[in-house]
């Protein structure tokens, strides 16, 4: 192999040239020296890390292909008759949306393809913000510095939520009139103004002529524009506050221990975005999802068998349909007691619990002081179970979100399953609550014998000369013996003052740390 000459194409001058350019260039727009420090900054290296990301990535190919599919769809009600290559629809009356989705579906080189990748995106999305935040529930990552990011979070997931919502209904068929029609009973059962309400978002009685073309502009425009304004708000947050990491050797409140940007993690998250694209890809192209077609156009007349939403609004779904029917007439107004709890209170009371956890939490604990370290959730039981207990109630009420589904697979009556499902939602999450904590609190002992022991179980079993069986033990490194001790559990405050808040605030905090297992004291070499 003959090498290249200096000035021959491709050789050292190019490189010399490239080299110039770039110094000329940040000369002028001086990226380059403030990108020298960020190259090297440090990202925790743990899977749990990763969720955040996964979020990111899922939005970014729901911006791609979203804009691919405005190019073919028309947000209006005016009515046309079918006449495209799907022939059981043929010859009916639709709206202009409801067709120009048929053709995206039937007619547009790989619309269908695009449709089912942006709504496999959605679920995702919506999934990864949800887990985000269960990860930053559960290990305390919401104290003190990043209360604010926190609300962030919330505020970004409730954005998802309606941003599916909103796109799952663009398509007008039978099934998403269904949800907006439900929706439309969640407006009129607001006291006083729930009328109003729907007057504007419908354009009139129902079903409206500008809900679609409103919708559209919500879904294309308003929302994106708040999730990306919230999402560059978020990173700057976690770029300005740094990431919290699990404890561990040489990891402090002060430091974070990981790869740096460039290359490690930059490498690490290039492939995580390839594998999200690729997978989401290959769900859109083998796994049906939403097909319209079987729906048909919607009608006020009518309402589709089976109808559930998307998963992430189960949950609204299972309490409208727990929540008996019943009205009072007050002042001469009705309130309609069944849409107005689950719909519009449930919601309301559930995500302002959310916003308020983190300064509650700290007003229970007295603990003002910056965290970067994340909590095991053992080391927490009583914020662990109320998690748990939380997620156990919304596992009910998505069940009973297909409450008619599940009395028909099982063979029974459907109030028979609501009246379980109604007990369930009361009972199921005590349950958890219990349960999770004495899990915590027998996790912990775990550790204390293993601290005390110095060894734990390897999981193999070995059998004795004698003919018996026990457990082969290994002994504990000095690295775990150290992380054992690292976790700290407070102990609860006591009342500073008179009146009922300081009794209140200590009361509070013997319960949150009323059952703890103390690890025996270290010896001051191992603490080192």
């Known amino acids: 192999m003959r090498l290249r000459r200096p000035g021959e194409q491709g050789g050292p001058d190019l490189g010399r040239a490239a080299e110039r350019s770039a110094v000329a260039l940040d000369g002028r727009l001086p990226f380059l020296d403030a990108a020298k420090g960020q190259l090297r900054k440090v990202f925790p290296d743990h899977w749990s ?26 947000p209006a009600m005016g009515e046309v008759v079918y006449a495209g290559s799907y022939a059981p629809l043929r010859g009916i009356r639709m709206t202009e949306a409801y067709a120009s989705t048929l053709d995206i579906s039937f007619e547009v080189r790989g619309g269908l393809l695009v449709r089912q990748i942006h709504h496999w995106a959605a679920l995702v999305f919506v999934a990864a913000i949800g887990a985000h935040l269960l990860r930053i529930f559960f290990t305390g990552a919401f104290r003190r510095p990043r209360e604010v990011n ?75 524009g708040l999730l990306v304004a919230l999402v560059t708000a978020h990173l700057i947050l976690v770029y300005h506050l740094k990431h919290t990491q699990w404890a561990g050797p040489g990891r402090t409140e002060r430091n974070v ?34 097909p319209i077609w079987k729906y048909g156009p919607y009608r006020a007349d009518q309402a589709s068998t089976d109808a559930q939403p998307d998963w992430y609004m189960g949950f609204l779904e299972g309490a409208l349909r727990l929540m008996p029917g019943t009205e009072t007439r007050l002042w001469g107004h009705t309130i309609a007691w069944n849409p107005l ?46 998690g748990v207990a939380a997620m156990t109630a919304y596992a009910v009420l998505l069940l009973a979100g297909g409450q008619d589904v599940l009395a028909l697979v099982l063979h029974l009556s459907v109030d028979s399953v609501d009246w379980v499902l109604r007990v369930a939602l009361f009972v199921a999450p005590v349950f958890a609550f219990w349960l999770t904590r004495r899990l915590c609190l027998a996790l912990q002992a ?27 033990q290994r002994a504990l490194t000095p690295v775990q013996r150290h992380a054992l001790t690292l976790y700290d559990r407070p102990a609860p405050v006591r009342a500073t003052g008179r009146g009922p808040g300081p009794r209140l605030r200590a009361a509070l905090s013997r319960w949150y740390y009323r059952d703890r297992i103390e690890l025996p004291g270290a010896p001051e070499s191992e603490r080192e």
Not at 49 to 74: D, P, Q, R
Not at 257 to 284: E, R, Y
Not at 348 to 365: H, K, M, N, R
């Open 257 to 290: 221990v990981g790869k740096p940007m460039f290359p490690q993690f930059a490498t690490q998250t290039a492939g995580l975005l390839a594998m999200v694209c690729g997978v989401i890809a290959a769900l859109g192209a083998l796994a049906q999802i939403n």
């Open 341 to 386: 709890l689950p719909a519009v209170v449930l919601p309301l009371v559930l995500f302002g619990a959310l916003y308020a956890y983190p300064f509650l939490e700290q007003w229970i604990t007295g603990d003002h002081g910056e965290r970067h370290l994340c909590d095991r959730p053992r080391d927490r039981p009583a914020r662990t179970a109320v």
């Open 446 to 472: 775990g550790d204390r014998d293993r601290f005390t022991g110095g060894s734990a179980p390897t999981g193999f079993v070995r059998q004795l000369v004698e003919g018996g069986y026990e457990g082969e």
């Open 49 to 74: 890390f990763l969720l955040g990301e996964l979020a990111l990535y899922s939005f970014v190919l729901l911006l791609l292909t979203g804009v691919y599919l405005t190019f073919f769809f028309k």
């Open 150 to 224: 926190w609300l962030i979070g919330l505020t970004l997931f409730q954005l998802a939520l309606v941003e599916g919502f909103a796109g799952y209904s663009l398509p007008d068929d039978l099934l998403s009139g269904t949800g907006l029609r439900t929706a439309q009973g969640f407006m009129l059962a607001v006291p006083l103004v729930g009328s109003y309400l729907a007057f504007f978002a419908f354009g009139g009685e129902w079903p409206g002529t500008d809900i679609v073309s409103r919708l559209y502009t919500t879904h294309i425009l308003l929302l994106p």
